[in-house]
């Protein structure tokens, strides 16, 4: 039996017991979705012959090597982003049916394009399809997640707020995740009043929503056309992330370094920007045209 299918047996187990006990994973959608998730690693699929490091569904053997051929790229971006290389390989599940990405995904939904939990990497496969020009970024916005669950615990990721890791992995990726969705009219949606929640801490059982302060119309495209949410909210998020980065390089490197390094992200942030989050994105704000 191999190493990561016996943890994946355990983890299992625990919580079946803790079901069985309280019925608490039944209850909870995120813990339930994550416990059939465990029992349907992509790594217990057929691995490319010539990338070991990416698995795939029946019928997805094409779009595998097509993800294969785009990785090393996607890798530098990532690492050239978050200033560190990987702590380990990333397993990479591509998959053919939306019910075998759904099963292993996480999050229990067929409507993203690629989930990064834990540690390894599930995509859909709308990316060979309808999808195909998205690829390259969300195989980069994925990959930035992972390369943070490379280095945290669970827990300690669990812990960022989702702003910083989706902003974080928007930045890295050039706009994955936020595509279709302009800074004008991001920055016009924030001085609207819709602005992203900027907190300084996650939640198990929000992975990866970023909330705004007031939910926004749909209609605020610049013509009045709709705005997905999800996209809306991730493109704010880069947006603020970039900003740190590009007002002082030093201390967004210093930032990632103790973030990586495991310090809570509210006193590694604190510690390298000299401000909270809240602080930091009032002056970003108050900056936007």
């Known amino acids: 039996m191999t190493a990561h299918r016996f943890i994946k047996i355990a983890a299992v187990s625990a919580?079946?017991?803790?079901?069985?006990?309280?019925?608490?994973?039944?209850?909870v959608p995120t813990l339930?979705?994550?416990?059939?998730?465990?029992?349907?690693?992509?790594?217990d699929l057929p691995a490319l012959e010539t990338d070991p490091r990416i698995h795939f569904e029946p019928g997805a053997k094409d779009c595998a090597h097509e993800v294969a051929a785009r990785?090393?790229?996607?890798?530098?971006?990532?690492?050239?982003?978050?200033?560190?290389?990987?702590?380990?390989?990333?397993?990479?599940?591509?998959?053919?049916?939306?019910?075998?990405?759904?099963?292993?995904?996480?999050?229990?939904?067929?409507?993203?394009a690629g989930v990064a939990f834990p540690g390894r990497i599930?995509?859909?496969?709308?990316?060979?399809?309808?999808?195909?020009?998205?690829?390259?970024?969300?195989?980069?916005?994925?990959?930035?997640?992972?390369?943070?669950?490379?280095?945290?615990?669970?827990?300690?990721?669990?812990r960022l707020p989702n702003w910083f890791?989706?902003?974080?992995?928007?930045?890295?990726?050039?706009?994955?995740?936020?595509?279709?969705?302009s800074e004008t009219t991001a920055a016009s949606a924030i001085t609207k009043g819709y602005a992203i929640v900027v907190?300084?801490?996650?939640?198990?059982?929000?992975?990866?929503?970023?909330?705004f302060e007031t939910e926004p119309p749909s209609d605020l495209g610049q013509d009045g056309s709709p705005v997905a949410r999800g996209r809306l909210a991730y493109r704010q998020a880069g947006m603020f992330v970039?900003?740190?980065?590009?007002?002082?390089?030093?201390?967004f490197a210093n930032f990632l370094q103790r973030v990586e390094d495991g310090d809570?992200?509210?006193?590694?942030?604190?510690?390298?920007?000299?401000?909270?989050?809240?602080?930091?994105?009032?002056?970003?704000?108050?900056?936007l045209p």
């Open 264 to 287: 809570s992200f509210k006193v590694a942030f604190s510690g390298s920007f000299a401000a909270s989050p809240l602080e930091q994105w009032r002056k970003f704000v108050s900056r």
């Open 71 to 112: 990785l090393p790229t996607a890798i530098a971006r990532v690492e050239t982003a978050h200033g560190m290389p990987f702590a380990r390989d990333v397993p990479i599940g591509v998959y053919a049916s939306l019910e075998g990405f759904v099963s292993a995904n996480a999050i229990g939904t067929a409507k993203v």
């Open 199 to 211: 907190d300084d801490e996650g939640s198990l059982f929000n992975l990866s929503a970023v909330l």
């Open 122 to 158: 599930t995509l859909s496969p709308r990316l060979c399809g309808e999808d195909r020009q998205r690829m390259s970024a969300i195989l980069t916005h994925e990959l930035s997640h992972a390369h943070l669950q490379g280095w945290l615990s669970p827990l300690e990721f669990t």
């Open 165 to 181: 890791k989706e902003g974080l992995a928007v930045m890295a990726s050039d706009g994955g995740g936020a595509e279709g969705v």
């Open 242 to 251: 970039t900003s740190l980065r590009e007002r002082d390089p030093q201390a």
């Open 15 to 27: 919580l079946a017991l803790f079901a069985a006990g309280g019925g608490a994973v039944a209850a």
């Open 32 to 43: 339930r979705h994550i416990a059939i998730a465990l029992a349907n690693d992509p790594r």
